[in-house]
């Protein structure tokens, strides 16, 4: 009889990173795969047409806030261990429109203005209150106290004999803490899988840590270990199963996604940064060099879910000459997608970003985890790593993930917009990378084996299952 494996998705993300990359289909014939789902999530058609679909589940909107402000508040006490803990709390709390006013009486007008907020602002002044030196410990006391186990996976997990709880996750969600619960009061094994580069860093600290993590890569699992407090023997690099496909594509022939001309690419980001703005400059500049990049188009691609920023951010191609929107957004603006919005409903293929990297001459964009990926598709890269003027957090200094990132051939922060124009060159020009000289560098960020990940998975979950 083959062992069972119970695996929750939590997010419509993780349907389109897991279940449509096919992360599982090496577990298939040594295991039963039970799959569970958040009620709440869009894709649930998607869901009921997987053979190992078993059902959804519910959580309870006033435990969840429990767990959303425990989560703020282990963030806020472990700042020093992460600079994205701090800048969290400065984005969540609106403190950036204080720190961007120049000048001490400026910045103490703003302050005042800013401070009636903050004290509403659930995720302001009060996260900075309960997670106090002294306050903490009561605070955390009350909420754990309060944070029942959801009934619903109570009864899902307690209905069968599962070997392991399997999760992707960000490291931000109740269910994840709910199922290394049950694991333990059960006795079966956790297994969290972290779905993106920046979670150990930029979301929270674990309350329950489950069993086991697999990360992304030797840099990731440090981050386990120094900020989470994991054991090393807990985790495991297994890399990520949407990247798999920039390795199997480096060899085919790049799509014609600009009418045959050379382009760069600007891939925006999730957080707020002046990207029109860069790219109005980066247009400037091309256009001062003369008949040396008079051909040289520029695609960009607005990150599918924009966050809120203090600057234009729709795109209008009457105001660029030589910048036209990524075919896959511009279709789904046709369609009523909005910048600046979140739907979790709009989940773009994943096997469309490998033929609109090899096509480009060189990648420009904020800081982005589609940066890395063109450093996977061995493409030139600059990131944007300069104070937008809208946004006071947008330089690296926040971003501890991107750590060490300029080691990756071809790969260049930066650090001043006056110095824009010249990355962009260098860019350009760079020679060929080799496959290499890239794997060599990134390996340390990402995992990888010829086997691919499905396979990497399934060895971990082999080795956690041997009785």
Same mark, same amino acid.
Not at 264 to 280: R, W
């Given at each position: ?7 929750? *998705?939590?997010?419509?993300? %993780? ?55 425990? @989560? ?6 472990? &700042? ?9 709390? #400065? ?27 903050? #004290? ?20 955390? %006391? ?46 079966? =094994? ?43 023997? =807990? ?25 045959? &001309? ?35 188009? #520029? ?29 896959? #957004? ?22 469309? %970003? ?50 060490? *990132?300029?080691?990756?051939?071809? @790969? ?31 390996? @340390? ?10 396979? =990497?998975?399934?060895?971990? *979950? ?6």
């Amino acid at each position: 009889m083959k062992a069972r494996l119970l695996v929750a *998705i939590t997010s419509d993300n %993780y349907v389109r990173n897991y279940l449509r990359t096919d992360a599982f289909s090496s577990l298939a014939g040594d295991y039963d795969i039970d799959i569970v789902a958040d009620e709440s999530l869009s894709l649930k058609d998607e869901l009921r047409e997987n053979p190992n679909f078993l059902e959804f589940f519910n959580t309870n909107p006033t435990v969840s806030k429990r767990h959303d402000l425990l @989560f703020s508040l282990l963030m806020w006490r472990n &700042r020093k261990k992460s600079h994205t803990f701090t800048y969290r709390w #400065i984005r969540n709390a609106g403190w950036d429109v204080v720190t961007s006013e120049k000048g001490p009486w400026r910045r103490v007008v703003a302050f005042l203005r800013w401070l009636p907020g903050a #004290i509403v602002n659930p995720k302001g002044l009060r996260i900075v209150f309960l997670g106090s030196f002294m306050v903490f410990p009561i605070a955390q %006391y009350l909420l754990k106290k309060n944070i029942p186990i959801s009934p619903d996976l109570e009864r899902i997990v307690g209905a069968r004999e599962y070997k392991v709880l399997v999760f992707p996750s960000a490291a931000f969600d109740s269910v994840s803490v709910d199922l290394a619960r049950l694991a333990a009061l059960r006795g079966t =094994q956790s297994l969290c899988l972290i779905d993106n580069w920046d979670n150990l860093t930029s979301k929270t600290s674990f309350w329950v840590r489950p069993d086991h993590l697999g990360v992304w890569g030797e840099q990731t699992k440090e981050q386990a270990i120094r900020i989470h407090g994991f054991d090393a023997s =807990q985790v495991h690099p297994i890399g990520t199963p949407r990247f798999d496909q920039y390795f199997a594509k480096r060899t085919e022939t790049a799509e014609n996604t600009d009418s045959g &001309r050379p382009y760069l690419l600007f891939v925006g980001s999730a957080m707020p940064f002046d990207e029109l703005g860069a790219l109005k400059a980066i247009e400037r500049f091309l256009d001062s060099q003369g008949a040396k990049f008079a051909n040289l188009r #520029i695609i960009y691609r607005p990150h599918p879910w924009q966050q809120k920023r203090n600057c234009p951010a729709q795109f209008n191609a009457d105001s660029f000459s030589r910048t036209t929107l990524d075919p896959q #957004i511009a279709s789904a603006y046709k369609t009523g997608f909005q910048p600046e919005a979140t739907d979790p409903a709009f989940q773009p293929e994943l096997d469309y %970003y490998p033929g609109l990297f090899r096509g480009a001459q060189a990648v420009v964009g904020p800081l982005t985890t589609m940066l890395f990926e063109a450093a996977l598709s061995l493409r030139p890269v600059v990131g944007l790593a300069y104070p937008d003027g809208f946004h006071s957090n947008t330089s690296r200094r926040y971003f501890t993930h991107f750590e060490g *990132i300029n080691t990756i051939p071809g @790969f260049s922060l930066c650090e001043k917009p006056t110095d824009l124009g010249l990355e962009i060159v260098r860019a350009v020009s760079y020679p060929p990378i080799s496959a290499a000289s890239s794997d060599a560098a990134t390996s @340390f960020f990402l995992h990888r084996t010829a086997h691919g990940y499905p396979n =990497q998975l399934a060895g971990l *979950i082999s080795q956690l299952t041997v009785d």
